[in-house]
Structure formats: C-alpha cells, structure tokens
Nanobody, 117 residues
Framework: QVQLVESGGGLVQPGESLRLSCAAS????????RGWYRQAPGKQRELVAQ???????TYADSVKGRFTITRDNAKNMWYLQMNGLKPEDTALYYC???????????WGQGTQVTVSS
C-alpha cells in the first residue's frame, strides 16, 4: 500500500494562487499514476490532473491553462500549482495514486481549498 498526505490548502480570494503538495510513502514502486482529484459539496469526485509514470499528463478542461501538476521523484512528492483560482474551484482536494499491483486507487485524506471574496 501507499500512504499519502496532502498539504497546502486554504482560503484565498478569486484570482489568487495556491500550491498543493502530496507526500507519498510505502510501496512506491507500485504506482502507475499520481493525481489530484476534488469533490465539491453535493458533487461527485472528479479528476483535476494526473501524471503517469510515462510522463503523460491529463487535466480537466475546467483547469487547463491554470493548474499544473509536477513531481519531485527524489522527495517522493508531487504538487498542484493552482493559479487564477475561481470560486468554482472550491472543493476538498485529494491526492491519489493508481496502484497497478492492487488494481486500485489509493487516497489521501484531502485538503480544503476555498476560493471566496
């Protein structure tokens, strides 16, 4: 299994930026992809950004051009740089990995991002 811990959430005003961090530990060799998901109240959890071991990135259309996912393999961490935040970005953000050995997603506890004036 992989253990994940997010950090970096908070309350910001529209147009501001935040960077989320995810620290991973455990069976890291099982990871196929690293990603960020979010869930707003009353809505389903959705993919925000994903980075595979082949360096293929995927972004939700709603965040393209504003959010960037990066990783630091030496630190076993990855990040979500969020620029130009909008109120509709308000959600609980989760980092996640796809564990190819178990065939499941593994999740962090989530970090709250609130965008409000």
């Amino acid at each position: 299994q992989v253990q994940l811990v997010e950090s970096g959430g908070g309350l910001v005003q529209p147009g501001e930026s935040l960077r989320l961090s995810c620290a991973a530990s455990g069976r890291l060799f099982s990871i196929y992809s690293r990603g960020w998901y979010r869930q707003a109240p009353g809505k389903q959890r959705e993919l925000v950004a994903q980075l595979t071991i082949d360096d293929i990135t995927t972004y939700a259309d709603s965040v393209k051009g504003r959010f960037t996912i990066t990783r630091d393999n030496a630190k076993n961490m990855w990040y979500l740089q969020m620029n130009g935040l909008k109120p509709e970005d308000t959600a609980l953000y989760y980092c996640a990995v796809y564990n190819r050995d178990l065939g499941v997603f593994e999740w962090g506890q989530g970090t709250q991002v609130t965008v409000s004036s």
